[in-house]
């Protein structure tokens, strides 16, 4: 038997619908949102506007593309949290409504593990490249920096995460600073392919187990540029490429040493990464090196699948669907949660 699920994200800035079926992705429509570039962040009021505005048109484009009517569908699956409350209400009450009326289930899903599963979502229906159960997953964003274990499709445990920013909001916060545009991440990233990632030290945390802190990174950013400012007023546009390089091998360093000591303490050479700092093409080296030197599997999937997209939410979902792990019309988005 066939299944077929329509996804819906809406969980900050991207309003994404995506068709599903049997594991293999027909349509993945994302609909950025450009009104937050002037503010330098997302404003939470505007992001909902805008969900309201586009999930109509993008859900109809994802059915068109993947060649189905609404009447293909065997359930809808949406992200309910984390994320921004009104973000997240637009999806859900879409979702609700769009159940009631097809009389098919809804499934409810956890956007963080929807970014763990997008290692699972086929681009053809031969099989791909997926990761093997146990597997650590980095997940890194905007607003979330995870070590995770991975034991099934279902079956996900927090073993590290951030005590105070996520990896990209030190990459966006940094480059804030710095004058550079939003998000700061892919900036950051450009420019420290010209730099010299030995040319500034920046403070690492001093934490235990596997968690992981950027917070005094940012504090250590900003006094290093306000005490060579007052010496040179030009010091930022003079060394923009070096102070990018730094702060991202910094960032790097911070994220692949508790993943390097969560692997070696847990004994698994599965290795995963996730989210939109995924796309970083130091992170990406790191990974590289470490599946050369520890003899780690990585995985990392295409880049349309590691930032905020549907198609992860309606891989998720299809799997929930298999259970049979539906949840009711009372459901309620939540703004904050652990896995
Ligand atoms: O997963 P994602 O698309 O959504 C949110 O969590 O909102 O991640 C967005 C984050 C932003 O902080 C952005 O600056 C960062 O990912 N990012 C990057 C790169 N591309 C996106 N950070 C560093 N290097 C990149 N190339």
Redesign the pocket.
């Known amino acids: 038997m066939s299944v077929t699920i329509l996804g819906i994200e809406s969980s900050?800035d991207d309003t994404s619908a995506a068709v599903i079926r049997d594991g293999v992705v027909l349509s993945n429509i994302i609909a950025a949102q450009a009104v937050h570039e002037a503010y330098g962040g997302v404003v939470p009021e505007l992001a909902s506007r805008a969900h309201q505005q586009h999930i109509v048109p993008v859900v109809d484009r994802a059915l068109k593309e993947a060649g189905i009517g609404k009447g293909a569908l065997d359930a809808v699956a949406f992200t309910r949290g984390p994320g921004l409350m009104g973000s997240l209400l637009v999806g859900t009450s879409f979702a609700k409504g769009l159940s009631a009326a097809l009389g098919i289930p809804m499934i409810d899903v956890n956007h963080l593990q929807a970014h763990v599963l997008a290692h699972f979502i086929k681009q053809a229906p031969e099989a791909t490249r997926q990761p093997s159960f146990p597997f650590l997953c980095l997940l890194v964003?905007?607003?979330?920096s995870q070590i995770i274990r991975v034991d099934g499709y279902r079956d996900m445990t927090v073993v590290g995460q951030t005590i105070d920013d996520a990896a990209?909001?030190a990459?966006?916060k940094c480059a804030k600073v710095m004058g550079l545009g939003y998000?700061?991440?892919?900036l950051?990233?450009r420019l420290a392919n010209e730099g010299n990632p030995k040319a500034f030290t920046f403070s690492k945390p001093h934490i235990p187990g596997y968690n992981y802190s950027f917070s005094g990174l940012k504090t250590s950013f900003l006094y290093t540029l306000r005490d060579r400012l007052k010496e040179d007023p030009g010091f930022i546009e003079k060394n923009k490429a070096d102070l990018c390089a730094s702060l991202q091998a910094t960032v790097v360093d911070i994220l692949m040493d508790k993943l390097r000591k969560a692997a070696k303490e847990l004994k698994i050479k599965e290795v995963a990464l996730a989210?939109?700092?995924s796309?970083?093409t130091g992170l990406r080296e790191a990974f590289d090196e470490h599946a050369k030197r520890y003899g780690w599997n990585i995985h990392i999937p295409p880049f349309a699948f590691t930032?905020?997209n549907a198609a992860m939410v309606a891989i998720c979902g299809y799997y929930k669907y298999l259970d049979g792990a539906f949840c009711t019309m009372d459901a309620v988005p939540f703004s904050r949660a652990v896995i």
């Not at 998000?183 to 892919?186: E, K, N, R, Y």
Request: aromatic residues 4%; glycine residues 32%; hydrophobic residues 20%.
């Open positions: 900050c964003s905007g607003g979330n990209g909001e990459f966006d998000p700061g991440g892919p950051v990233n989210g939109g700092v796309a970083n930032t905020d």
